[in-house]
């Protein structure tokens, strides 16, 4: 029986000889004397019989963090010494707030795994998981089409100033690794075809192979990698941690939409700059082909620039560029959604980054060999 304002005491009762009983009884707060968890330890490490710990808190008045600091001590030690605890003996309020700060909460939403489960099971839950990941990912389409609707009618909310910070973000701050990388890809390019057409010494072409191939596909895939690794982690990231520090539930509590405010902006600046970036990055592939081209190949500069100029068309730069628009919308829409279905644990933050990475990387591939197949088909 409870009584107030009464000190806290541990009692110890053994129902059985591999159970302790541990009674918990009178008020448990930061400003009492409450007992040591060595208390507990002791009794548990003093009998190798004891392999099992319950609780009794009948006699349990108020309590504060002082008892989920004494609880957790002990836990940590049965489970050092393989002692199972009955957690579902404690208020629930108790058992609530030591979910919460156990370190398996942390992985809560990323891994859960309970055992071996069976193919059919295991195949089951990838079918629900499938099918409720389509449904948010249309929901979520739906939702920007709405957005971008109210954009056209110029009913969007959203800060004109985030949208030119997150422009100059995606734009003017990606071009150093752009240049690097589609200079790289330019070199690769040219020193493939080199190893064959030299055989037939028709080095010449060379030109050929660099220009079209970073202009029609090249060059706006190696962007869409780039713009994935970088700027969709970036926006994953940065909704993830407002999603757990719950900005984006405070958004909608004033009654502000987080689609318009938050990634209507993001998905704009990354559809502006993607066809700039996949222009400057097929230049930067260009020159790298060039380079070779000029210091390797005896190819002179102007036999190099007309014979690529004569290899490309507008057709080739239409195709490009229309590749770059689309990556800027998966990108932009992948790194968005997982930062918007982001958990409220840190370690959720950095499984959204990666899988943003991993679902735009993987869109671009298959948007790549769609658009590449329809090509085809339409003689273009």
Partial sequence: MYKPNAQPEITFSRPADSVLRVRLAGDWRLDTAIPSSDE?????????????LSFDTAGLGSWDSALLIFLTKVFAFCTEKDISTGEEDLPQGIQRLLDLSSAEHQRKGIVREKGRRSFFVRAADMAFDFMRASREMLAFLGEAFLALGRLLTGKATFRHSDLFTIIQDTGAQSLPIVSLISALVGLILAFVAAIQLRLFGAQIYVADVVGIGMVR????IMTGIIMAGRTGASFAAQLGTMQVNEEID??????????EFLVLPRMLALVLMMPLLCLYADLMGVLGGMFVSVTMLDIGFLEYFNQTKTALTLTHLSIGLFHSAVFGVLVAMSGCLRG?????SASAVGYATTSAVVTGIVSIVVATAIITFSCEVLGI
């Fill in 40 to 52: 507990v330890t002791r009794q548990v490490g003093s009998d190798p019989m004891v392999r099992s």
């Fill in 217 to 220: 596909v090249m060059g706006a």
């Fill in 250 to 259: 405070a958004l909608k509590t004033l009654g502000i939409s987080p689609m």
């Fill in 340 to 344: 918007m279905q982001c958990g409220r």
